[in-house]
């Protein structure tokens, strides 16, 4: 391509379009095209799939795919981080083997950082990847790890060297996840659903091609994926809706979406569902009463302003324009919101808030609420993370002293033995 | 604009910034709170030549320079920011706002180019001594005499209602009650039988008046009998406006009391970095940014006429009310004993968070008006 803009780009893949998008093709089979083309991620680099589109341009990509209703790549998190990671950090091989198959969906992944040890504190994992004879035997416990019972493989963050400070060592592995060493046990919530997973790993073997950049180097490697985790933690929410066309391959596609949305049916009611509110009030009858239309508004109050904060951000980054602090304060806001919303629901629900199920309100939904909320303000990175992150890089407050740094890891207080 | 601001805007704010941080260091906004009329005529006509600030609102067809209130707003944000002593609310937001939502077309025309200048600070005078803004609770009585009109009764918590030399004033018919037979007047600051006292404030950067009538002289403005509407209509205007000066008030409070958490040492290190305060400051972020994005909204809503502009408001307000009140709180406790000083500026700002939080309805009063105009 000669030149690249908007016109031209909108020209391009609107003539690719319409002389190759088939809703009767299957879904492998039409991404697989998709991705010969180069439409599929245009923004990669045209040596892998892509097309070297500046990421300003790939709205108008999607925009065509919009208006004439083509499918694109498989979008759900997990293959995006694995796939994003591996292009910024694998081997030629890692990437030939991989990146395809993870853009048509054919192989699904999952992400083996957390473990018992190391909620919040990631680096301090403890999982062990020891290289015995010509391959890395890997032995530890992963947790939190969603979808491990369908993965095909595994992005494992595993300690390689005790001798050296925490960061420095680790390493960064793809490990297979159907083979004997690795075992899969779902982890139960509080509020019933088991939307992630214990895995065990008892001499589970990766050979050394699939170790990730190099030895020691698997902070980096992780920061990566986090970063692109957080970056898309909301698209999450919105892409997750198939189309209601008819078709083999939206037939498919709406499949995928079942498959992939299952642990996260709960999530709406995690955050509060602050839209239930005034409908709930009015049908409880507490509408007049003056104590609960305090707690409403200041709820909604909340909300909207934090709604309007988000979408100031945003209005900055799509201007251009240098983001001010109020990028930083989403992930909080939405803590303290799915609280308040979770008492305003239990005031309007009074003593049906003792039930569950199909015996309370809403079949079910006020209740989830009530036993969901809790994980707002852990999940994704805690209430108290949140803060440092805040004062630290916003507010440019000084580190907390830390006890670790320049330590030998194998030197470092760890859980006490119970 | 809702969500951004136009570079324009930022270029008028900055342009302010600087101004304000010369004319109204804390040292300034001492000597000035200290005195009776709290402001001076030199100061408030530099403010006026310099930067046309009581003209900013106000049409061009009526000598002023026909901006929004995205652009007064950006003002009442920076002068709350400063703690400006001066008549400006009172002036550009109150008693502007209702000449110009009830004043007849000879009636701005009359009133306004003289406030454009400058020349005229003004005030409304509209609670009384139950310290109610709502048009119903009125009670001061005007009677029709001659060609023109007599008021008797009080009002009260009437902002710079000592020094202003024009008072818009809300009175009733004899014998109206709740939003009936209400009507906008205008009093001269020397009218015959017009008492003026400057009531004892907790703030003293706020000064309020409580004022006499007896059978004092007064012209009506715009239609008899007709205020309520543009009454209502500009308390609108003025808790947007509040919402914002409260905001720079807010804002300028945390930078302080961070930069202060910053320069203590205690124990051998900077108070800064005991996470306890790291997570008070990262609070006081998140409240003061909620409350500047709803003030923000809130005034674009003004000016783009949104229809639930009422209930924008009161959220715009009710949310800096307890984002300004809970970071003073927040500040002068980072400050420890200091911060509960008199010769510490925190208290200056504290006092001002305070004054605005009951100023036209606490937080409480506008939740349940929002709820009233949004979720009904």
């Known amino acids: 391509m000669s030149e690249m803009n908007e016109a031209s780009v909108r020209a391009e893949v609107r003539a690719w379009l319409e002389a190759n998008w088939n809703p009767e093709l299957g879904l492998i089979e039409w991404r697989n095209k998709l991705v010969d083309s180069g439409w599929g991620a245009p923004h990669w680099p045209s040596a892998w799939h892509g097309r070297d589109l500046p990421t300003g341009l790939v709205p108008v990509v999607e925009e065509e795919f919009k208006r004439i209703g083509a499918i694109g790549v498989a979008k759900a998190g997990i293959r995006v981080l694995a796939a994003a990671t591996i292009l910024s950090h694998g081997s030629d091989m890692q990437k030939e083997k991989f990146l395809r198959r993870s853009l048509t969906g054919q192989d699904t992944w999952c992400q083996l950082f957390s473990e018992p040890g190391s909620g919040s504190d990631v680096a301090g994992a403890v999982t062990r990847a020891d290289l015995r004879g010509n391959q890395w035997v890997v032995n530890g416990q992963k947790v939190w790890t969603t979808s491990a019972h369908k993965a095909d493989w595994g992005l494992l963050l595993a300690r390689t060297d005790w001798d050296k400070p925490k960061h420095a060592g680790l390493s960064y592995f793809i490990l297979d996840m159907k083979q004997p060493g690795v075992t899969v046990h779902p982890l139960k919530q509080m509020n019933g659903h088991a939307s992630f997973n214990q895995v065990f790993l008892t001499d589970a073997v990766v050979p050394p091609e699939m170790l990730v950049d190099e030895v020691g180097h698997g902070w980096a490697v992780t920061t990566t994926t986090l970063m692109h985790e957080r970056r898309g933690a909301d698209g999450l929410r919105s892409w997750a809706v198939g189309s209601d066309r008819k078709g083999r391959c939206y037939d498919e596609e709406r499949a995928e979406i079942a498959t992939t949305m299952e642990p996260y049916k709960w999530y709406p009611q995690r955050a509060g569902r602050v839209d239930l509110v005034v409908k709930r009030a009015k ?33 900055a980054q799509e201007q251009g324009r240098p983001q001010g602090p109020e990028g930083s304060l989403g992930k909080l806001a939405s803590s303290y919101i799915a609280r308040a919303a979770a008492r305003v629901h239990t005031q309007l629900t009074g003593a049906d808030a003792l039930l569950t199920g199909e015996d309370s309100p809403m079949g079910g939904v006020i209740a989830e609420i009530l036993v969901s909320v809790p994980a707002t303000s852990i999940a994704g990175g805690t209430d108290e993370i949140q803060h440092n992150i805040i004062a630290e890089r916003v507010l440019s407050m000084p580190k907390e002293h830390s006890v670790d740094t320049g330590r030998p890891y194998r030197d470092v207080p760890r859980n006490m033995a119970g | 604009m809702k969500f951004s601001f136009s570079s324009e805007q930022d270029e008028f704010r900055s342009n302010l910034r600087r101004f304000l941080t010369d004319r109204s260091p804390a040292k300034e906004v001492r000597r000035l709170m200290e005195t009776e009329a709290g402001w001076e005529r030199d100061g408030w006509r530099h403010l006026n030549e310099t930067l046309g600030l009581t003209a900013l609102r106000i049409p061009e067809a009526h000598g002023g320079h026909g901006f929004g209130f995205g652009e007064l707003c950006i003002v009442l944000e920076e002068m709350g920011r400063a703690l400006l002593c001066a008549p400006y609310f009172a002036t550009a937001v109150l008693a502007t706002g209702a000449i110009m939502n009830a004043g007849t077309e000879a009636e701005k025309q009359k009133l306004l180019p ?7 600070v003004a005030t409304l005078a509209a609670a009384e001594d139950d310290g109610r803004w709502d048009a119903a609770a009125t009670t001061l009585i005007a009677t029709p005499a001659g060609s023109g009109y007599r008021l008797d009764g009080h009002k009260s918590f009437v902002l710079d209602g000592h020094t202003a030399d024009l008072i818009v004033v809300l009175a009733r018919a004899p014998g109206s009650t709740g939003e009936s037979g209400l009507s906008f007047f205008t009093v001269r600051d020397d009218a015959a039988g017009l008492e003026r006292r400057l009531l004892k404030t907790m703030d003293p950067t706020r000064k309020l008046a409580r004022l006499t009538f007896s059978g004092t002289e007064a012209t009506l403005l715009g239609e008899a009998g007709a205020a309520a509407a543009p009454f209502a209509r500009t308390m609108i205007e003025a808790a947007v406006c509040l919402a914002n000066e409260m905001t720079g008030g807010a804002e300028r409070l945390r930078e302080d009391a961070l930069a202060y958490a910053k320069m203590r040492m205690q124990f051998g290190r900077q108070i800064a970095s005991f996470q306890s305060l790291k997570h008070k400051a990262a609070d006081m972020l998140l409240d003061v940014e909620l409350a500047k994005s709803a003030a923000y909204y809130a005034a674009a809503a003004l000016d783009d006429g949104d229809e639930d502009v009422a209930a924008t408001a009161s959220l715009a307000k009710a949310c800096a009310s307890d984002a300004y009140t809970q970071t003073a709180i927040h500040a002068i406790q980072i400050h420890g004993g200091i911060g509960f000083t008199w010769d510490n500026d925190t208290h200056l700002w504290f006092k001002r968070a305070k004054s605005s939080e009951v100023l036209f309805g606490d937080a409480s009063h506008h939740r349940e008006q929002m709820m009233r105009h949004w979720a009904a």
């Open chain 1, 283 to 315: 049908e409880t009858g507490r509408f007049d009463d003056p104590v609960v239309r305090q707690e409403i508004a200041k709820l909604l109050t909340m909300s909207k302003a934090a709604e309007w904060t988000a979408r100031r951000a945003r209005t």
């Open chain 2, 114 to 120: 003289d406030i454009a200048l400058g020349d005229t």
